[in-house]
């Protein structure tokens, strides 16, 4: 009966023999039941082949890609990964709780993601326009009352399914991440964890979204503020962790009861739809996580903006794009969270520990390459240690491993792209044009198994002594591996250079001096401070800037009121005074 219903499927009968040649069909009825499955998924026969999906399915290790309805490019990639759990990997939209291509068809309707280190292609994913993005804002809010309905006890559990599976796959998100962004392995496991974090937090603040009691003015009327879910959400997502900012806008908003509508960027979407495959897993509703890419971010990002129907607007990236973002946004009054470009001072107080100073700079400055929005960038040092700093800091950067980020050795990933390699190189020969001093690095850097003809995204750790204001360096965030030391003779002249920038996302200080530690940071421009210290997010703290570094909190208690509206409800007694 088997054979016969697979022969059924026409010229797919070759799929038939071979199954039943590789398998038992009385002892295996479950896998073939679900081959035939397979066999009459119209969306199925047409992107596979006969022949490659019976390898597929004589497979175990990559049925479970197969049985996902997952093509077999994705299972491809899956195998070269070395992913345990091939699902993982998507090449469509998460819509509505579907996975869906583009409404266009052709091969105009999918784009390439690279791997920045060898710039081979990885997998093509849909190429949304700003059709398929409304219509995506159609499913969320199809879903939006429903979700908001749900107990915050509900929505709790819901997410804290999420957050056990993503600790479950951490080592395959964390390779996914890796083929995509670049960051060394260790680095892209903890950030794995740090996403589950934001996960886990919310799902605790689900059910603490309080209201109030206010005091009544007279006796007849008793008045509450409650706090509603503000509708549907877009979040608009950052490269540099792919993981991370996803869950950190995502589960805030579902956490406050809003459906959403997740875009990450084009360099990075395999992260984000591994993390809608493990919401559907988790249980969370269609329609309530969407994930949806597209190479015209104006497109995009231009319809959820302009779009009536979502209700705010989070948003991880540049200064420049969150500006013209804000002023879209600013047309249907939406609520707007931006968190936007960074330019950090560090600051090195004369009594500083430098051995400790050192080691903080290392961690800041050149985790992730450097590209990360709150990485030291202006490492203001007091004259008597600057030097020393310098060339201390100099002999670890050296030391650093620079190399593919799926190499265990690996310290220092490539840049994601070439765009951000030339502004780098921009940056270290304007600085040198200038006076600064090379201290080490200040040029590409070429591993084992990366181009060498000119197109490498490797950037070799740099150190730069005897810099100025009058330098890129200080005026503009390099968002790469480059150290900018400066130095100064007294702590008044050392906040005035801090807070020499129009950005004011995170600042450093490091001292032995109680008073002058609280002195400085209460006087940095900055929304994050870290005092002796080159590490600062935590899910449990508020993520967020001043000046031209953004509006709005992530993370923390305060993350979640993004996602909330205040109501005042008066409620009057009609029942007749007792005499």
Avoid at 260 to 281: G, H, Q
Avoid at 324 to 342: M, Q, Y
Avoid at 389 to 414: C, H, M, N, Q, Y
Wanted: proline share 4%.
């Amino acid at each position: 009966m088997t054979q016969h219903l697979i022969a059924r499927s026409g010229y797919w009968s070759t799929l038939g023999h071979r199954l039943n040649a590789q398998h038992d069909v009385h002892d295996s009825s479950a896998f073939v039941c679900k081959a035939i499955r397979l066999i009459c998924d119209n969306n199925w026969r047409r992107r596979n082949s006969p022949l490659a999906v019976v390898g597929a399915l004589s497979n175990p290790r990559s049925f479970a890609s197969a049985e996902a309805g997952l093509s077999e490019s994705c299972a491809e990639l899956a195998s070269r990964l070395g992913l345990v759990d091939a699902a993982l990997v998507r090449d469509r939209c998460y819509v509505g709780g579907a996975w869906v291509e583009a409404a266009r068809d052709g091969p105009a309707a999918r784009f390439p993601v690279h791997d920045p280190a060898t710039r081979d292609a990885l997998l093509t994913v849909p190429d949304f326009d700003a059709p398929d993005a409304l219509a995506a804002i159609d499913a969320a809010k199809r879903s939006q009352k429903a979700w908001a309905q749900k107990t915050a006890a509900a929505r709790a559990t819901l997410l804290r399914r999420w957050h056990d599976l993503i600790l479950e796959h951490r080592e395959d998100l964390a390779k996914i991440m890796v083929a995509e962004q670049g960051k060394p392995r260790k680095e892209a496991e903890a950030e794995v964890t740090y996403a589950a974090s934001f996960v886990e937090w919310f799902s605790e603040e689900a059910r603490r979204t309080y209201g109030e009691v206010i005091p009544s003015h007279d006796g007849d009327s008793r008045m509450f503020a409650l706090r509603q879910p503000v509708g549907v959400v877009a979040a608009i997502c950052p490269w540099n962790f792919p993981c991370a900012m996803v869950t950190r806008k995502a589960a805030a908003a579902m956490a406050a009861g809003c459906c959403v509508v997740v875009k990450p960027s084009e360099e990075t979407p395999l992260s984000a739809l591994a993390l809608a495959a493990l919401a559907e897993r988790a249980g969370v509703p269609g329609g309530v996580l969407n994930v949806i890419t597209g190479a015209d971010a104006d497109a995009v990002v231009g319809a959820l903006a302009d779009s009536k129907d979502v209700r705010a607007l989070s948003f991880t990236g540049s200064t420049d794009v969150g500006k013209s973002l804000g002023a879209r946004c600013a047309k249907t009054v939406k609520k707007t969270s931006l968190e936007l470009g960074g330019n950090a001072p560090f600051v090195v107080l004369a009594d500083a520990d430098l051995d400790a100073a050192i080691e903080g700079a290392l961690r800041s400055k050149f985790r992730n390459g450097g590209q990360t929005c709150v990485c030291a960038q202006r490492f203001i040092v007091h004259a008597s240690l600057a030097d020393r700093f310098a060339e201390g800091l100099a002999d670890r950067a050296e030391r650093l491993k620079i190399g593919i980020g799926s190499d265990p050795a690996t310290e220092v990933g490539p840049m994601i792209n070439q765009d951000a390699v030339e502004k780098v190189e921009r940056h270290v020969t304007d600085a040198l044009a200038k006076g600064a001093r090379r201290v080490t690095g200040g040029k590409r850097a070429y591993p084992d198994g990366t181009p060498t003809n000119g197109t490498g995204t490797f950037y070799a750790p740099t150190v730069l002594a005897n810099c100025d204001a009058s330098m890129a360096v200080h005026r503009e965030e390099t968002f790469g591996p480059v150290a900018a030391v400066f130095s100064f003779e007294t702590e008044r002249e050392a906040i005035a250079m801090a807070n020499d920038s129009d950005s004011g996302l995170a600042g450093y200080v490091y001292t032995r001096d109680g008073e002058a530690m609280w002195r400085v940071a209460e006087a940095l421009e900055c929304g994050i401070v870290g005092a002796n210290t080159g590490a600062v997010s935590v899910a449990a703290a508020p993520f967020g800037g001043v000046k031209e570094s953004g509006i709005g909190r992530e993370g923390g208690r305060q993350g979640i009121d993004e996602y909330l509206e205040v109501k005042y409800l008066r409620m009057n007694n009609t029942a007749p005074k007792k005499a």
